[in-house]
Structures are given as C-alpha cells and as structure tokens.
C-alpha cells in the first residue's frame, strides 16, 4: 500500500482541473506516436490522470487506455467529459499509482504528467517496467504553469503570488499541509530504474490567460484550492482582480509556456 497521503490535497478542485488545466500540444502526440510505433493495437496507461488531460487525447490515437487516479472527484469529471466527447475506450479505476499490477494487463507507453511528484517514484517506475511490453516505454512530462516555478518575465506572476502569500502566507501550501521538493531530480530517478533513458524533449509556446482563466486555474491546485481561502474567498478574488487589471485594463496576459518530458524504452 502507498503511503499515507493528505485526502485533501485536490479537494474542490476537479470541476476546475477539467476545465482550466492547460492540455499538451498535439505535436507531443505525435512524437511519442511516432517513437513507440502506437496504432489501434496499442494501450496506454495514464498513471495520476487527473480529469484526462492526457488519457482523453491519447484515446483517439490508440486502442484502449487505463486512466488511474486515487482522487474519486477527479475521476467523476474525466469520466463526464469523456461521456461529452463521445469517448468510450478509457478505463477509470480509483486507485494509487503504487497498487498497480499486472492484473491490469501489458502497456505500450505508461505517461505521468504533472503527478510524479506525489509519488513513491522508484516503486512506481519498477511496476510500470514489470507491465511494459518489450519496445513500450514510459513518458515523465509536465507543462504545470510556472506562476508557481519559474516567474520568468511575467509581471503578472509576480502580483500572483503576492496576492496568493497576503491570504495562505509565504510558505507553499498543499492542501492542509506544505509543498516539499522532492529530493531527486526526475532525471535520476529515471537513469536508476531498468528504463533505458532515451530523450529529454521540450517544447517552448505561447500561452494566453485572462483573468478568469488564472483564477480557474488557481483553484485546480493544490497550493491555491478554493478551500483554502475560507470565508475570504470573494475577497481573494476582488484583490486578484484589481491587482491584474490595474498592471493591464485588457485582462489579458501571455507566457511562454515549457513542456518539458523524460521518456524512457524497455
């Protein structure tokens, strides 16, 4: 069994996640498509799938994917809009990436996207290898938003934040705890599984936001859940918004968004 986690970590958030997480670039798609030899045959695991941001996409390309996630909420909403887009080949199951099994049968990819980090990351990546076909491989790849990385040269980042720490402080929340780095870089973790490394790709593009879509995405994490505002909730929002109008009266922002990925061969 995993370790004990917070059950309040993505609390709320689903509707959010569905809705105001940012996808992958179909070019990304068509990259590992092309590097695993995916076709009708194939079947993709999505380990942390969240509402599907990935499971969705890959499930017009493949025969089947097994989208798992520990988060009943999020599941629920991958599911409906699943359901909305007439998908039928995903398979949803409620449990922890750590529980998984050969009772789910053999993949040819295995792709975690921004969900690695919560965890037990060697036990998770010897499981996958023992489930991956030979040729198959597993993909590590993140495009989070860096209002919580990298500020960059974003100005509006900067107000962000700033607003964020006035009502939850300056440490990083995570639901009812604390964000805590994880010790290893992913690179590590992956040159020390029986994965044979095989790329780091990464990918630069421009990413618009408005002022609604920022708050709607505040909301899908961890670090910024509705929750956590408490009873000051509309007062968050008032202040977010006239921070971000008075830096520009358009509401509108860009940034140059990264997807980076580690992918590794069996």
């Known amino acids: 069994m995993p370790k004990q986690r917070d059950q309040k970590l993505f609390k709320g ?16 798609y068509k990259y590992l ?26 499930s017009k390309i493949v025969k089947e994917v097994v989208a798992i996630d520990p988060n009943k909420e999020m599941l629920r909403e991958g599911k409906s809009l699943a359901k909305a887009k007439r998908i039928s080949n995903i398979f949803w199951k409620q449990i922890y990436a750590e529980q998984i099994s050969e009772k789910l049968g053999f993949f040819d990819l295995t792709t975690m996207g921004a969900s690695f980090h919560w965890m037990e990351q060697d036990k998770v990546l010897e ?43 300056e440490k990083r929340r995570a639901g009812k705890g604390y964000f805590n780095e994880t010790k290893d870089r992913y690179e590590d973790v992956l040159a020390r599984s029986k994965f044979n490394v095989l790329a780091k790709y990464e990918d630069k593009y421009t990413q618009n936001w408005d002022v609604h879509s920022i708050i709607g995405f505040l ?28 830096l520009n009266k358009t509401g509108k922002f860009t940034e140059t968004a990264v997807l980076e990925a580690l992918i590794g061969k069996k």
């Open 219 to 246: 909301y899908s994490t961890s670090f910024a859940a509705r929750w956590l505002f408490g009873n000051r909730i509309e007062e968050f929002e008032d202040d977010l918004r006239k921070g971000l109008l008075k």
């Open 33 to 58: 498509t092309k590097l695993f030899k995916l076709n009708k045959e194939s079947r993709v695991l999505d380990l942390g799938t969240g509402t599907g941001q990935i499971a969705i996409p890959f």
């Open 127 to 169: 499981k996958v290898y023992k489930i991956t076909k030979p040729g198959g491989g597993v993909v590590i790849f993140s495009n989070i938003s860096s209002i919580q990385r990298n500020l960059g040269n974003d100005p509006w980042k900067k107000v962000v934040l700033k607003i964020i720490k006035k009502y939850l402080g």
């Open 13 to 28: 958030a689903a509707w959010y996640y569905g809705r105001f997480r940012r996808g992958y670039p179909a070019s990304f």
